[in-house]
């Protein structure tokens, strides 16, 4: 399966088309989808806040619940951050995120096909995965 890149149009594997949709997840304020009000993942509602020791787990928590709810394809292992203090600061760490790749799970088959692993970061206006 194949989907389309929001941004470019372009036809895209169906890895790169689960990333997109974990970049519209954090994207998406819970709330703002009118027939699906609580779609979304909470981090946005995040953003500014002050990053204290005690969020981190909150906002790993966050992450890897949302993932699990709205994205059938991905199952999440892990999620830290990346980065050094002073990145997490200016406001450029990533999120490193690691799950098991179900490529059919949005179809009913839950077969794992591997463990993949990508980074979540926001830039400026938009989540990017990388």
Known sequence: MSGIDRRTGTIIDNFASAC?????????PIG?????????GGIV????RLMRPDLFPVVMILIAAAIDVWEPRFR???????????????GQAGIAIEVDWR?????????????RAMILRYSG???VTT
């Open 103 to 115: 490529p059919d799970a949005h179809r009913g088959d839950f077969t794992i096909e591997g463990t």
């Open 125 to 127: 206006r938009h989540w």
């Open 20 to 28: 997109q949709s974990v970049e519209l997840i954090f994207a998406t």
């Open 76 to 90: 999440v292992r892990s999620v830290r951050f990346t980065g050094s203090v002073d990145a997490v600061r200016a």
């Open 45 to 48: 509602e995040l953003l500014g």
């Open 32 to 40: 703002e989808r009118v027939m699906r009000r609580q779609f979304g």
